[in-house]
């Protein structure tokens, strides 16, 4: 079975920084990984990915130069650094991974993980 476990959420005032970790159990290799987010009544967005086969990655374009993806394959673990934060990036966040190409435009990855809310207040 597949688990993904994501932590690191919480709260921080806008400016300041989180580091989310998604732990994935029950397999090894994902050829890609990613963190989405919804907020209340938004539909849920992309907002980094990383394509392991090939190492690129995308970012949503409301937090790039903010945020910073990241995997460390011998831990099995993606993380999404996260600095400046803004109001607007108050949401759940989503890791997910699948073994085949996927992107961040795409919803229809295999595994997700539970959420960790991140609230940003100004």
């Known amino acids: 079975q597949v688990l993904l476990v994501e932590s690191g959420g919480g709260s921080v005032q806008a400016g300041g920084s989180l580091r989310l970790s998604c732990v994935v159990f029950?397999?090894?290799?994902?050829?890609?990984m990613g963190w989405f987010r919804q907020a209340p009544g938004k539909e849920r967005e992309g907002v980094a990915c990383?394509?392991?086969?090939?190492?690129?990655?995308y970012y949503a374009d409301s937090v790039k130069g903010r945020f910073t993806i990241s995997q460390d394959n011998a831990k099995n673990t993606l993380y999404l650094q996260m600095n400046s934060l803004k109001p607007e990036d108050t949401a759940m966040y989503y890791c997910?991974?699948?073994?085949?190409?996927?992107?961040?435009?795409?919803?229809?990855?295999?595994?997700w993980g539970q959420g960790t809310q991140v609230t940003v207040s100004s």
């Open positions: 990383i394509n392991t086969g090939g190492g690129s990655t």
């Open positions: 029950g397999y090894s290799y994902s050829y890609s």
């Open positions: 997910a991974a699948d073994t085949r190409p996927r992107s961040c435009y795409d919803g229809r990855w295999s595994y």
